[in-house]
């Protein structure tokens, strides 16, 4: 009885996450860590599946920008701080595409 509430528990918790996401929703584990990814064109967000096995931590939100031929052209990070519930800038990498060469700057915010 307990195996089908915990498993009932997970499908409730990925099945908040997928209806919150247009795109794609999937799922990757990573030694004892599972990872839910939250896709559409514009923003990745990377949750934790909790030890309960019903509930997400928020981890890591991309945001990115595309050119009009579809390229990447500026991908955000922000890390979430769940002591403030917000998410901080983690770093900024800014593609410059060119006819024989392009060039990445990438910025860095330190956390405090």
Do not use: F
């Amino acid at each position: 009885m307990k195996r089908s509430v915990l498993k009932s528990g997970l499908a409730a918790a990925i099945a908040t996450v997928m209806m919150s996401c247009t795109t794609a929703a999937h799922a990757q584990t990573t030694g004892n860590t599972k990872y839910i990814y939250c896709q559409d064109d514009t923003n990745t967000t990377v949750y934790t599946l909790n030890e309960d096995g019903k509930t997400l931590t928020r981890k890591v939100k991309y945001e990115y920008k595309r050119n009009e031929t579809g390229q990447v052209i500026e991908k955000k990070a922000y890390r979430w701080d769940a002591c403030r519930e917000i998410w901080k800038p983690a770093y900024l990498l800014t593609v410059t595409p060119g006819i024989s060469e392009t060039k990445l700057s990438y910025t860095e915010w330190n956390a405090k």
